[in-house]
């Protein structure tokens, strides 16, 4: 059994507090954010994510697991303290905006008592370690610490299926003692993930680096999409039979409008603006995050077009969320596609099943909000599939014949049966095939 002490209790924080507690640690996560503390206190979940709620509910009737404002008391016992706040992207230069977790650092290094690891779970540049290191040294001198890089690779949706399979996990660490503890700590992993050692410049760069590559890999197949349009291949037999190369992999090829989400943007570009610092130019992730740019108002214009002989006619979009399963819209394509339709149109109704509240703060009264596919769809000219809910795929196709204007159907998620929709004459169109 361990003391951890988790600063911040978001997406990264929460989940995995959780999990580390279910293994048998003491567990005590701390946040600025009374209201949200409180609500963890009385027993309220303050995120979704499958699976969360019944471990978080067990752990804390275990009294393994406790939530606090006090960093005090949380930081003096702890064996390990873990940094788990945000580090959004700085709204002029895009490179990660480290003034969160630095100031919990200057904080913390004030309560450190005997020999602790402070853990870094955020996703923080290359060289933040060092840079954590010094001010913890500069405010407390005396104390008796290691710095380790601990990248997180949690899905959102997936946080606690990930926590307990994750693929590997990586610890950067500058000394045995702190690698001893970080081991200690995984010790229930041994055997089923692999635990790989590394220093902490290497740890730092992995994350980056991973996200970058799977953005890559999302960006390059959305390009083989655009050549199967014009090729008359069809990319989803395309990616299939890439996919069975054990070298390239199934995962990471569905073809789609562009990724999103709060990770995959806010990586490259912090991966790219570290290129350029330290004069190593990353072309093809600089490629990435223009070209996934470009698509989104590529399939903004491309909807446009389709309505160009009734531009005062309603399209319905289906789907707002970043990807699906969340109600999460951070960076979500669908909104930026969106954006550029309303360029051009007044007329534009959403449905989402989970995400409309969060679009609502985004999108606010530029568009108008539908209860339910029938709402959005009604009268349409077209209607827009941008994220892939599977309640999307089992439209009742029947119905949205009758109740559309015209039936016209843009799949950018490659949902529904060719056959269906061509049998009932929609106007069809999707991603990666030329529909004749
Ligand atoms: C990602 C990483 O997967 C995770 O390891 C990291 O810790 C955080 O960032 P997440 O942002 O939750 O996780 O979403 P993910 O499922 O990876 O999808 C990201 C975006 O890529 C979404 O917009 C999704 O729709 C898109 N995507 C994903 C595709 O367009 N095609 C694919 O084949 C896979």
Not at 220 to 247: H, P, Q, T, W
Not at 295 to 308: A, D, N
Request: charged share 30%; net charge neutral; aromatic share 8%.
């Amino acid at each position: 059994m361990m003391k951890i002490a988790i600063i911040g209790t978001g997406y990264v924080g929460l989940p995995t507090g959780v999990g580390l507690a279910e293994l048998g640690n003491r567990v005590v996560c701390v946040d600025k954010l009374t209201d949200k503390i409180d609500k963890l206190n009385r027993g309220e979940l303050t995120l979704y994510e499958d699976g969360l709620e019944e471990l978080f509910q067990k752990n804390v009737a275990a009294g393994a697991l406790s939530f606090t404002t006090d960093m005090e008391s949380a930081v003096k016992d702890a064996d390990v303290v873990m940094l788990a706040v945000g580090t959004p992207p700085h709204p002029l230069t895009k490179e990660a905006d480290l003034k969160y977790i630095y100031a919990a650092a200057e904080e913390l290094a004030r309560y450190l008592q005997g020999y602790t690891v402070v853990a870094t779970k955020s996703t923080v540049p290359v060289g933040s370690g060092d840079e954590i290191e010094k001010i913890i040294r500069k405010v407390n001198p005396k104390a008796d610490f290691d710095v380790v890089s601990l990248p997180e690779f949690l899905r959102e949706g997936f946080a606690i299926y990930d926590f307990f399979n994750p693929d590997r996990i990586v610890i950067g660490a500058e000394s045995n003692k702190a690698r001893e503890v970080m081991l200690n700590l995984y010790q229930p992993f041994v055997g089923k993930s692999e635990i790989l050692c590394v220093k902490r410049r290497s740890s730092e760069t992995i994350k980056y680096a991973s996200n970058a590559f799977l953005a890559m890999k999302i960006h390059y197949i959305n390009e083989m999409a655009d050549f199967c349009e014009c090729a008359d291949a069809d990319i989803k037999e395309v990616a299939k039979g890439m996919g069975l190369d054990s070298r390239i992999g199934k995962k990471f090829l569905n073809s789609g409008p562009g990724y999103g989400g709060s990770c995959f943007p806010k990586d490259t570009n912090a991966m790219a603006q570290m290129g350029r610092k330290f004069g190593a130019h990353l072309t093809l992730i600089e490629t990435t995050i223009a070209q996934n740019d470009a698509r989104k108002s590529m399939i903004g214009r491309r909807v446009i077009e389709l309505v160009k002989e009734r531009p005062e006619g309603k399209i319905a979009v289906l789907g707002l969320a970043f990807k699906g399963g969340t109600d999460d819209c951070r960076e979500s394509p669908a909104i930026d596609i969106v954006k550029e339709m309303i360029k051009h149109s007044r007329n534009i109704m959403v449905y989402d099943p989970k995400a409309t509240e969060n679009a609502k703060t985004i999108l606010n009264n530029t568009v108008q909000y539908a209860e339910s596919v029938d709402e959005a769809c009604r009268d349409a000219e077209v209607a827009v599939i941008l994220t892939e809910w599977e309640d999307f795929k089992h439209l009742d196709l029947k119905r949205l014949k009758k109740i559309m204007r015209c039936a016209r159907i843009v799949d950018m998620r490659n949902m529904l049966s060719l056959d269906e929709v061509q049998q009932l004459g929609f106007d069809y169109q999707c991603v990666g095939k030329k529909i004749k």
